[in-house]
C-alpha cells in the first residue's frame, strides 16, 4: 500500500473515532467555549500560583514547576489558536487570546508570524527549510551546542542560520523551493523574534550572567557586578524573570527536547506524511512530556487529523495510536538521536 493510501486510511480511521467520540459526548462539539474555558482557567492558575509565590506561600521551585505546566497548556492553546479552531468569526476573542498566550509565554516567536511558518511546515515538514523544525535543533547531530541551544531560539537560532539559509538558497538552484518563498521565510524568521522573543532572551542572558557573578563573588571573594543600570533593570524585572521567563525555560526546553526528536528530517519524501513523525512515550522523556502536555503522545496524531483540538486529540489517543500502529507509524524510535533525525540512516 502506498504511502499515500495509507495516510488516506488513517485520517479516515481517527477522523470516524472522532466522530463517534462527539456522538457519546456532544459536549465536545462546543469546542470554542471549551478552548476558551482551558484559556481561562489556565491563566487564572499562573496568576494564583505567581500571586502564592509573591506572598511566600509558595516555594520558587513549585511555582517554576506549575507555571512551566500550565504554560505547556498554554501553547497547545496558541497551536489551536493557530489553525483557526476558536472563534474563528469572533476574530476579536481569537485575537485576544492570541495575544494573551504570547505575553504569557514571551520567549516564543510572534505567534501570528508563526502561523505561516507552520503551514510550511505541515507542507512541507522535514525538509531542509522546514523553518520552525530546523529553529528548534531538528536535524543537528546531539553535542553540548544542541543540548544549550535547545530552548534558545535567539542565539541558538543565529548559530544555525547560516547553514539554514545556504541550504535553502541550494534548494532554489535545485527546484525544490521558490525563490520568493525562500525570501519571505527568510524574513519572517528574522522578523519573528523582533522585538518581544530578542528582550526575553536578552534578560535572561543578564539574569543567567548575574548569577553567575554572584557565585564567583562568593566563591572567591571578588566584588564583580553589572553596572547599576542593568542591575535596576533586573530588580525591576524580578517578579517576570520568575513568574514568566523562568518557568518558560523549562518549558520550552522540554517541548524542543520533544518536538526536535519526534520530527524526522532531511531524508523525508515531500508530502509523505508517514515519513514526518513518530510517536515519542518511551518512560524517560516523561517529565519533559508533562511541561509541553505530552506533545510527544499526540502530535502525529495532528499530522494526520491538522483541524482538531488538542483535547480531544487526548481523549481520543488510544483509538488513534491503534490506527497509527496498524498502517506503520513508528513509536518510541530512539535511533532518531544517533541518526540527527534523519528517517533511515545517517550517512552525512
Known amino acids: 500500500m502506498k504511502h499515500q493510501e495509507k495516510s488516506s486510511h488513517i485520517r479516515k480511521e481517527i477522523n470516524q473515532s472522532y466522530h463517534e467520540l462527539k456522538e457519546t459526548y456532544p459536549i465536545l462539539k462546543n469546542q470554542d467555549y471549551i478552548g476558551f474555558t482551558i484559556f481561562f482557567i489556565t491563566v487564572v492558575s499562573i496568576i494564583a500560583v505567581s500571586i502564592g509565590w509573591y506572598k511566600s506561600f509558595v ?3 513549585l511555582m517554576i514547576v506549575l507555571n512551566a505546566f500550565f504554560m505547556g497548556i498554554l501553547h497547545e492553546i496558541e497551536h489551536d489558536l493557530i489553525h483557526w479552531l476558536y472563534f474563528k468569526r469572533q476574530k476579536w476573542v481569537h485575537h485576544g487570546m492570541l495575544l494573551s498566550v504570547w505575553i504569557l509565554r514571551p520567549l516564543t516567536v510572534n505567534p501570528w508570524i508563526r502561523r505561516k511558518l507552520h503551514y510550511h511546515h505541515h507542507k512541507f515538514s522535514g525538509t531542509l527549510h ?10 543537528e547531530k546531539w553535542s553540548v551546542k544542541r543540548l544549550l541551544t535547545t530552548p534558545d531560539v535567539v542565539l541558538g537560532g543565529l548559530l544555525r542560520l547560516r547553514q539554514m539559509f545556504k541550504d535553502m538558497d541550494q534548494e532554489v538552484k535545485n527546484g525544490n523551493l521558490k525563490e520568493e518563498t525562500s525570501s519571505t521565510l527568510k524574513r519572517i524568521t528574522f522578523l519573528s523574534i523582533i522585538p518581544v522573543t530578542i528582550f526575553a532572551h536578552v534578560i535572561l542572558y543578564l539574569f543567567f550572567a548575574d548569577q553567575l557573578l554572584n557565585w564567583i563573588n562568593t566563591r572567591f571573594g571578588s566584588d564583580l557586578s553589572f553596572p547599576y543600570e542593568i542591575r535596576n ?7 517576570v524573570i520568575y513568574t514568566i521567563l523562568l518557568p518558560n525555560l523549562l518549558r520550552q526546553f522540554c517541548l524542543h527536547f520533544i518536538t526536535s526528536n519526534m520530527h524526522y528530517f532531511g531524508d523525508v519524501e515531500e508530502g509523505n506524511v508517514m515519513e514526518q513523525t513518530q510517536v515519542l512515550t518511551v518512560w524517560w522523556t516523561f517529565p519533559m512530556q508533562v511541561f509541553c502536555f505530552f506533545f510527544g503522545w499526540t502530535h502525529s496524531i495532528h499530522h494526520f487529523v491538522v483541524n482538531e483540538t488538542f483535547y480531544v486529540r487526548h481523549i ?3 483509538k488513534a495510536h491503534e490506527v497509527l500502529r496498524k498502517y506503520g507509524v513508528r513509536f518510541n524510535d530512539l535511533g532518531t538521536f544517533r541518526r540527527a533525525n534523519r528517517f533511515r540512516e545517517y550517512s552525512k
Open 316 to 318: 481520543g489517543r488510544r
Open 233 to 239: 533593570i533586573l530588580n525591576s524585572l524580578h517578579v
Open 59 to 61: 516555594p520558587t521551585w
Open 130 to 139: 522546514d523553518v520552525e523544525e530546523r529553529s528548534v535543533t531538528n536535524g
